[in-house]
Every structure is written in C-alpha cells, then in structure tokens.
C-alpha cells in the first residue's frame, strides 16, 4: 500500500525545507525499521506551504518475530532438575511455559532460553503513533508557538494528510486532526481536494498548481531564465545557490524579463547583482559573451495572473527603487577616498584584545610587504602589497557595504580604482578574500597573493595569540577555512616558504606595532599555529592520497606545504615497488630501536666510526648510507622528490642484510653505540623525504 503523509503549514522558510525533508525520511526508515514494517521506496517533497513523505509498497502489516531470547544462568534456573523462581519469572516474561524453557551454551556458560513468537500488527494500526513521532521530533533552528498551544513549529500547521491504502490514518498535532485532504495553490487553487494514492496527490496539485518536487520547480526555474536570456540575446549569471533559494519560496515558478534604465550600468556589476539578488531574489542576465550585465533581469513569480503587465509594472517599480538606492550609495562613497577612511577603522573594533581595523590594517601593510620580500616578489608588488592592505577594511565605512556586506572587498577595489590607485593596489584589495571556500578561486595577482595570506594570517597569529581556537564543534572566526586558504595559496602558486617563517613574520609584525597583545610563549605560538595549519593540509591531501602515506610525509616535515605535496604524489606513486614494503618494515626496527635507546636515556656515539664497522653487512650499509645521502641532497636541491623516495627505496637490500646478519645490541658498548649511531644516520636520511615507518604493511 501507498502512505502520503503531508505537514501543511503557513509559508515556511526557504532554508529550513530541506533539512526538514532530511529529518523527515530518516526518522521514517530508523522507526519502520525497528517496527519491522517493510517498504519498497521512500522519498521527500516540499513546497513553502508543505513537507510530505511519500511511500510506496509499504507493507500491510509487520513482519512475524521469532527469536531466540537468553535468560539466566542453567545452575540459578533449575536446582535438581526443579525449576526456581528464576526460571518460573523469565518463562512468564517470555510468555511461555516452563516446559519450554530450554538450554544453551554461551561465552558465559549455560544459560535456559525460549523461542519467541510474535505475531505481527498491521501496519494502520503503528502508523499513528509513528506519524506523530516525526512531527513532534522535527527541529528546525528557529520555532514559534501560536494561538494558545505550547507545540512548537517553524510556522503555524493549519492541515495535516495522512492517507495509508486509501484510508485516513488518525493524526493530531496542534488541535490539527489529520484527514484525506490537501490543499492547492494558497490564490490560484485554494480549494481542499480528497487524496487516496500518491498519484492522486501529485497530479491533484499540478492541477492545482502546484509542483510539489522542488528538483522539477529548480529545472522549471532554470528552463524559464535560460529562455528568457536567449530571447533577448544574453547569458544567464548562474546562481545555484539563488535558484535553491527561490526553489522553496514558490509553489508553481513562472517567469518574466525586466527591463530597467541602461543609465544604471554605470554601476560595477556585482553591485547590481547584489541589489537586485539580496532583496528580490532577481536573477541577473550578462550579454552574448558574459563579459557585463545588460539592463534587464530575469524574475521568478508565483502566482499565475492574466495581466502579466500588473507583475512587470509592480516589480520594475521595485526594482528601480533598489537601484536607485545602490546609486545614492555609490556617488556618496565616491567623494571620500580610501585613503581617508583609514584613520576612522580606529572606532571599529576587529576583536577587543587585537585592537581596531586600524591595528590590523597596518599589521596587514607591514606583513604583507614582508611576505613580498621574502618571496622575492620584486619593489612593485612590495610596494602594492603594503598599499593594498593598508587599504584593504576601509571599505567596510562605506554606504554600500553597510547595505550589502557581502560586496567587501568588491567595493574597495571599485572604490580604489575610481581614486586612480595602482590597479595592483585595487585587486589586492579585492583579493585579500581569496580563496572564501574550497573550490573558490586563489588571487590572481603577485600582490593580491601577498595581502590573502597576511591576512589570513593575521587572523590566525592574532586569534591563537589570545587563545580563540576552534574547538570540533565551533568556529566562529572561520580560522579552518583561512588555514586551508593559506595552503592553496602557498600551493598553486607555487611559493616555496615555510608555515613556520610565514607565521614568526606575523609575530615579529605583532610585537612591533601591537607590543604586548600576544598571550603566549612566541614559539609555542608558531609551533601551534603550523601544527593547526599542516592538519588541514592532511585533511586536504588525503581527498587524494592514502592517510599512512601522507602522515609518513607530514612527520618528516610538515613546514614546508609546496614539498609536502610533491613528496606524497611521489611516495604514493612509488609504494607500490616490490621493494617498499620490506623497507618499511625494516625501518620500523630502526624507529622502535632508537626510540627504546631514547627511552632508557642510553648514551649514544656522536658519529658513525667506521674503523669500529666490523661486519661486512654493516660496512655495506655504512657505504650505501653515504652514497644515497649524497644522491638524496641532489635530489632534493633540484626538488626531484621521485628520485629521492627511488634512492631510499634502494637501500632495501642493504638494510635487510644488516638486521639479518649483525647485532645491534652487541655486549661491546663502542659497537653498540656505532651501530646505533649507524641507525640513527639513516633515520636522519629517510626524514629528509618520509618517516615511512608510519606506512601500514
């Protein structure tokens, strides 16, 4: 049999539909589940004014349950051969008699048991109770009372459907009692209409208009832009994210093309797409090549109307307000420089113990002009990349980004750019923002480059300096995503220098021009800010590469994130060498011996005396040692992390006769300690690439 259940409510919103459908389906499954109510198919659909679990050929009743339950120990259930009270109270519990009691062999022991039998009920009659469960357990991250009830819901639940083989299942939530009923389109179909079948339901509101998958209204939305788009000759600017969005705010999509004055293309484009998508969730369109905005819009309405002129009339009329604002803001911005907004970051606190957007401005100026040094990056872009940060939160004084926040850095470049700044300066500005998530793109500019990491870097320093760090559950100040932002960077564009030299950059810049903020011992801080960094260079690195692999590379050195990833590439590639296997095996016994002579505090011999060498095993490794350590400091200068994993790999055979055939452990305490100093020699080798002790077998 079919079950449409179906949670009718007052205009939800768009952000809470989806996780409610989530919670809604899982519920369902964990407690048919554990009701032993079998199901072929169950599946989520949502408008703004419903969420509804649609199930197919779920079963008319549970299945039977036979099973075996254990109960107390043989010699406590029976005393010679007469059942005791022990045995009597479980067959009662079991509903059994005594007679059938049973024994069984367990871990434990002897133990009685019985077989049970439990006939199952038919569905209709869990299905209330079941029903109820969910819609009592739905959370959503903001809920309200109304009316006189104490229940809490996201809106106000005004029907309830749940039909089950075409019969009413008994629901109440809220004074709402369940019926076979829905509802259409809150204008277009008001009307209620009866429900026996899934198809039922969903045929019955397309007539109703309403399409009650919100996959099929995301591909009406996008098929109605793009239409509009190509009848005008543009190109739609996607935007999955608003298209999601409008998705669960209407019922039925239907779409028009807006045209708004071309003297409001004077604006940068992203503050048109922002005034027009963070008010009235517009779509923009660009022309043929989707180089700039054109002046028309795409908009989603709701409703079906016969005057399509009224809808046009109405949301032009909206829209030209919105722009004529956005316009307001930009010719008010534009008659203070950039420059004078810098002193005036002093009255806007970034976080009480790091001082004002002034503060970290200028730490940014300095530590980004360090950055540009150290990187070699030449005079010019030293010189952008100290203006840039300087620059880089004056932008959050203007009008415009006081409307809409998420033109940070957008604005300052246009801004910057209009006061004929550098336009190294100006894209730096932009770009100190990048990458803002995983896939997003890094700074394209030398100087852009810079100020990213001094900025995100600043962060970092300053948060850690006084102790805000993310826990797993929290992390306000987004300091993951700028650690990851810091590796990208570092990686694709290929700027060899260490986390730790980045990070005693940052706090040098911390001491000299905010003495005394910084809480912690200053190398502790480092160490715990590059340690914070290299995790989310592993979480990154094993999307790709097996964990062991990574972790070999990151113990060996974890500073330097461009030759992290290059060596794990290669020791991934090479572990698959019949050779490195065995090697790694045979360099645990080098870790585990050394490491047991660190334990007991065992002295040891500075260097390897190689007239103390007295094996022909020893004196090999000793020769094979020096000749790898030769070819492996080649390698690395010329960062030919191949050849240096194939260079340590060749030393398999030389390590397996020197376990195989010399004690390490000798009674004669100077071969002891030159043995162990041979040892400790090629740990040293190995670290240089890997600590390959750390690959599983």
């Not at 932009?430 to 394209?444: C, F, M, N, V």
């Not at 100020?451 to 805000?468: M, Q, R």
């Not at 070999?552 to 794990?568: G, H, I, P, T, W």
Request: charge should be negative.
């Amino acid at each position: 049999m079919q079950l449409i259940f179906e949670i009718g409510a007052e205009e939800l919103p768009a952000s809470f539909c989806e996780p409610a459908l989530t919670q809604i389906e899982q519920k369902f499954r964990e407690r048919a589940d554990e009701l032993r109510i079998s199901f072929d198919s169950a599946r989520t659909v949502s408008t703004p004014r419903r969420l509804t679990l649609l199930v197919d050929g779920l079963a008319e009743k549970q299945s039977d349950l036979e099973e075996e339950r254990t109960g107390p120990p043989a010699n406590i259930a029976f005393k010679d051969g007469e059942p005791t009270k022990a045995a009597e109270g479980f067959a009662r519990g079991q509903g059994v008699d005594v007679s059938d009691l049973y024994t069984v062999d367990t871990d434990k022991g002897e133990y009685i048991a019985a077989k049970v039998f439990e006939e199952g009920q038919p569905t209709a009659e869990l299905l209330p109770e079941l029903l109820e469960e969910i819609i009592n357990g739905l959370g959503f991250p903001k809920s309200m009372r109304w009316a006189d009830r104490t229940e809490r819901f996201a809106r106000p639940v005004r029907w309830i459907l749940a039909v089950a083989g075409g019969e009413t299942v008994p629901v109440t939530y809220a004074g709402v009692e369940s019926s076979n009923t829905t509802r259409g389109h809150r204008f277009a179909a008001p009307e209620s209409f009866e429900v026996s079948s899934i198809d039922d339901y969903l045929d019955g509101l397309r007539e109703a208009h309403v399409i009650a998958d919100p996959a099929e209204r995301r591909e009406t939305i996008e098929k109605r832009l793009a239409e509009i788009a190509e009848d005008i000759g543009g190109t739609l600017v996607q935007d999955p994210a608003l298209v999601d969005e409008v998705a669960f705010l209407i019922e039925e999509p239907h779409a028009i093309a807006i045209k708004f004055g071309d003297e409001y293309l004077e604006l940068p484009d992203e503050v048109l797409i922002s005034s027009m998508r963070s008010h009235q969730r517009y779509f923009s369109i660009a022309d043929e090549e989707g180089d700039s905005l054109i002046s028309v819009c795409g908009v989603i309405y709701n409703t079906p109307v016969r005057t399509p002129e009224q809808v046009y009339d109405g949301n032009l009329r909206v829209l030209k307000a919105r722009l004529d604002d956005a316009r307001f803001f930009w010719d008010k911005d534009l008659k203070t420089p950039l420059d004078a907004l810098v002193d005036k970051l002093d009255d806007v606190v970034w976080l009480k113990k790091l001082g004002s957007m002034k503060d970290r401005s200028e730490r940014m100026s300095k530590l980004a002009g360090a950055i540009a040094n150290e990187l070699g990056l030449g005079e010019h872009v030293h010189t952008a990349a100290e203006r840039g940060a300087l620059l880089s939160k004056a932008d959050l004084l203007t009008d415009m980004v006081g409307e809409f926040p998420d033109l940070q850095g957008v604005m300052g470049r246009e801004y910057a750019l209009a006061h004929d700044e550098d336009a190294d300066v100006a894209h730096a500005i932009y770009e100190q923002y990048l990458p803002k998530g995983a896939e997003d793109d890094t700074p394209a500019t030398p100087a852009g480059a810079a100020v990213a990491l001094a900025e995100k870097i600043d962060a970092l320093t300053g948060t850690f300096g006084i102790g805000l760090i993310p826990t797993s559950t929290s992390d306000p100040y987004a300091l993951r995503r700028a650690a990851l932002g810091v590796i990208r960077i570092l990686q694709e564009r290929e700027y060899s220098i260490g986390l730790s030299r980045l990070f005693e950059l940052s706090v040098e810049t911390y001491e000299e021009l905010s003495p005394g903020v910084l809480e912690k011992d200053h190398a502790e801080l480092v160490d715990e800010v590059v340690d914070f960094a290299a995790t989310r260079l592993k979480y990154q690195l094993t999307d790709e590469y097996p964990t062991d692999v990574v972790d070999a590379v990151l113990a060996a050195n974890k500073d330097d994130v461009l030759s992290v990833q290059d060596r794990v590439a290669a020791l991934a590639e090479l572990r698959d060498e019949p050779d490195f296997e065995p090697l790694a095996i045979g360099f645990k016994r080098v870790v585990n011996i050394l490491r047991k002579q660190a334990e007991e505090q065992a002295e040891l011999a500075e260097s390897v005396d190689a007239e103390l060498l007295e094996e022909e095993q020893e004196r090999a490794l000793h020769e094979a040692w020096q000749e790898a350590a030769g070819e492996v400091d080649s390698a690395l200068a010329e960062r030919d992390w191949r050849r240096a994993c194939g260079t340590l790999i060749g030393l398999k055979a030389p390590v397996d006769d020197f376990f195989d055939n010399v004690m390490v452990m000798a009674e004669d305490e100077k071969l002891r300690q030159n043995r162990i100093a041979l040892l400790d020699e090629l740990r040293e080798l190995f670290m240089k690439v890997a600590d390959i002790s750390k690959i599983q077998a």
